[in-house]
């Protein structure tokens, strides 16, 4: 007879699953050996908390839910951050915890929380599965629910003596289609109306635009289109094509170069913005661009986002249903097209400095020149993701991964080394600062034994680099940011992995190329000097005047 877990496991099977994440403990134990008896690799790291990264990077990667496992009271808990990273960030996941026997209690309390209801403001849907004959029900609409917009992790607790309970052969239930609502044709047509009459329309791309499955179709209709687009840090290569309507990445809320193109638009249709990000725009109450929502679900209101109108259904069907509508009849936004030469001048300045440490700009230019087209920069987060967010140019969608929802540090390793994983054949880079990279750093023993080429470039500043750069903004003394480093470059060789030290702006293209050449995983120490954080992000943006009046 089977028992519980085998019937877990052949759920998971029927849903395609071919990889799971995490670290098991004494109540995983049947779990782990019907694991071992099936199609199914069990990916041991060295954290749940990276485990939990990796199913994330999964399901944004592909739009089909990561799973991971972890045993139950501590191992449980530490997928919290994990779960809420792809719960505010939009990526379907699963996790999977054990739980002591519920029909005794021979070891009383001990290690019990209660995981379940810890788990349910960071999961779209958290259950504990009290019978075998339940679990395929239960696995398939833990799975719906995960990818069903918007997508999300899902938590299911399995306790020891039902994974453990032997059981008659239960059928799985078919997988089936998620067939999304689509926009009526009323408030499609009333959306085209508002865009025809605005003199100056401009498209924003947000984090529910950069869905695996909208690529095509959003790349095309904004093509069709012909408006004037720009993204946020989430939207970021929702567009394929180095786009000659591309303005830029609102990197912040307001006052960087992009945003002059912001203040000149009449008309905003912000396609798929979801406010869990930093606003990329502060909407006034009066006197600024109307806004269309236009996303799978209706607009969260608030201070800073009230559209003035909504189209709701999935979103590449409703993009190509107003490019249906609008292509052809819009005319050539010349002025603003001749903004974003000088948007993206302004940004791109610089960037061949050869001041070393290296500054951000040379950072991001450099890297961007040892990357192909399709190859995938993982960010951890730092000062230098908006560095990233604002200069780094993609032309394949999700070639730049980053978080501006949960923004936690120590993801940026684990999420690169999920990208390796299902794109073997590309470049795939891991940029974190010291921080963030030490957070989950143990993780390059899990990358080296499972044969990654993976290159982990750690910027070296020796602090937490962005609270100390707005320490000093707010004018507050250095105190309490700074720490001291291992040398990164005997740490990685300790872990099997190979070493380099940039010691010149001029080395980095040679070493990120000489890493990248060598195979397996290489890690990079860069230092790096963040002092054009206030001359440019403070002084210049403060003081700076447009370009271009377009009133």
């Known amino acids: ?41 069990l990916v041991l790291t060295r954290h749940e908390q990276a485990a939990a990264f990796m199913a994330a990077t999964h399901g944004r990667l592909t739009g089909r839910p990561g799973v991971c496992i972890a045993t139950l009271g501590p191992g449980a808990l530490n997928f919290s951050t994990g779960a809420a990273y792809a719960h505010l960030g939009g990526m379907p996941m699963i996790l999977l915890t054990g739980q002591k026997p519920i029909m005794s209690a021979k070891q009383a309390r001990f290690q019990i929380v209660d995981v379940v209801a810890s788990m349910r403001p960071l999961t779209k849907m958290t259950r504990q599965i009290v019978s075998p004959g339940s679990i395929p029900s239960v696995v398939r609409d833990a799975f719906r ?47 085209a109306r508002m865009i025809l009459a605005a003199k100056r329309p401009l498209v924003m791309i947000g984090a529910a635009g950069n869905r695996p499955r909208l690529v095509e179709p959003l790349s095309a209709a904004v093509r069709r289109i012909g408006l004037p687009f720009f993204n946020t840090q989430m ?42 990000e930093k606003p ?112 780094y140019r993609t ?82 003394p250095d105190y309490g940011m700074t720490f001291g480093n291992p040398d990164f470059v005997r740490y990685a060789e300790a872990y099997g992995a190979k070493g380099s030290r940039v010691t010149s702006a001029e080395a980095l293209v040679p070493t990120l190329e000489a890493a990248f050449k060598g195979g397996g995983v290489h890690l990079v120490d860069c230092p790096i000097d963040y002092s054009e954080n206030t001359r440019v992000l403070v002084e210049e943006l403060k003081n700076k005047v447009p370009d271009v009046d377009l009133a």
């Open 1 to 41: 007879m089977k028992k519980g877990s085998d019937l877990l496991v052949e759920a998971l099977e029927n849903e395609g699953v071919d990889r799971v994440f995490g670290v098991p403990g004494e109540e995983n134990l049947d779990v782990v050996e019907s694991l071992r008896k099936s199609k199914i690799e």
């Open 145 to 191: 629910v995960a990818m069903e917009e918007r997508p999300g992790p899902v938590h299911l607790e399995l306790p020891e003596d039902v994974a453990a309970e032997e059981v008659e052969d239960i059928p799985m239930i078919p997988v089936h289609s998620l067939d999304r609502p689509i926009a009526p044709p009323a408030p499609l047509d009333h959306a």
């Open 235 to 276: 939207g970021k290569g929702a567009v394929t094509g180095g786009s000659n309507l591309y303005l830029g990445t609102a990197a912040l809320s307001e006052g960087d170069y992009v945003h002059e193109a912001v203040a000149a638009a009449d008309l905003i249709i912000a396609v798929g913005h979801d406010t869990i």
């Open 280 to 391: 990329p725009f502060l909407m006034r109450q009066a006197g600024g661009p109307k806004v269309i929502h236009l996303g799978f679900q209706s607009a969260n209101v608030e201070q800073v986002y009230h559209p003035d109108a909504e189209v709701i259904g999935d979103i590449g069907v409703t993009m190509t249903g107003l490019a249906d509508r609008l292509e052809g009849k819009l005319p050539e936004q010349k002025q603003t097209l001749e903004l974003r030469q000088k948007i993206l001048a302004k940004i791109n300045a610089r960037a061949e400095e050869d001041r070393f440490p290296v500054t951000p700009q040379r950072l991001v230019h450099d890297v961007r020149a040892v990357m192909p087209e399709d190859g995938m920069v993982c960010l951890d987060n730092g000062m230098y993701k908006i560095w990233f967010a604002r200069n």
């Open 395 to 476: 032309h394949v969608a999700n070639t730049l991964l980053l978080d501006n929802a949960l923004a936690t540090m120590g993801a940026g390793l684990p999420s690169a080394m999920m990208a390796a994983m299902l794109h073997p054949e590309r470049r795939v880079m891991a940029v974190c600062g010291d921080g963030g990279f030490m957070m989950n750093s143990q993780e390059m023993e899990t990358a080296v034994r499972l044969g990654l080429n993976l290159v982990v470039l750690v910027l070296n500043d020796g602090a937490y680099g962005m609270i100390r750069w707005k320490q000093a903004v707010d004018k507050f």
